[in-house]
């Protein structure tokens, strides 16, 4: 059976920091291309980065550069997303999700996604 377990949510005041994880089982993560997405109540869907099979590639959208930084470690099965500077917009359900074909921001393009781990950015 192949899972992705995101881990790491929770509540962070502004100006904070997250590390969310995300953790692979019935596949080998190494083979796979990760991305984030994250979508907030009554929005779209939103790709915030992508980490390609080596971790040679990385990319984020425009509203997360500077701040969020995404790295693997293939040993582990695991892909990271380290969150600083955390502001309320970035309050979303965060999802990781595979593909084996190429790191992109597209949804669509990803076979295997993980149930979500909420992030809630208050004071």
């Known amino acids: 059976q192949l899972q992705l377990v995101e881990s790491g949510g929770g509540l962070v005041q502004p100006g904070g920091s997250l590390r969310l994880s995300c953790a692979a089982s019935g596949l080998t993560l190494a083979y796979y291309a990760v991305g984030w997405f994250r979508q907030a109540p009554g929005k779209e869907r939103e790709g915030v980065s992508c980490?390609?099979?080596?971790?040679?590639?990385?990319n984020y959208a425009d509203s997360v550069k500077g701040r969020f930084t995404i790295s693997r470690d293939n040993a582990k099965n695991t892909v990271y997303l380290q969150m600083d500077s955390l502001k309320p917009e970035d309050t979303a359900v965060y999802y990781c999700?595979?593909?084996?074909?190429?790191?992109?921001?597209?949804?669509?393009?990803?076979?295997?996604w993980g149930q979500g781990t909420q992030v809630t950015v208050s004071s």
């Open positions: 980490i390609s099979r080596s971790g040679g590639s990385t």
């Open positions: 999700a595979a593909t084996y074909t190429v790191c992109t921001v597209a949804p669509a393009l990803y076979d295997y």
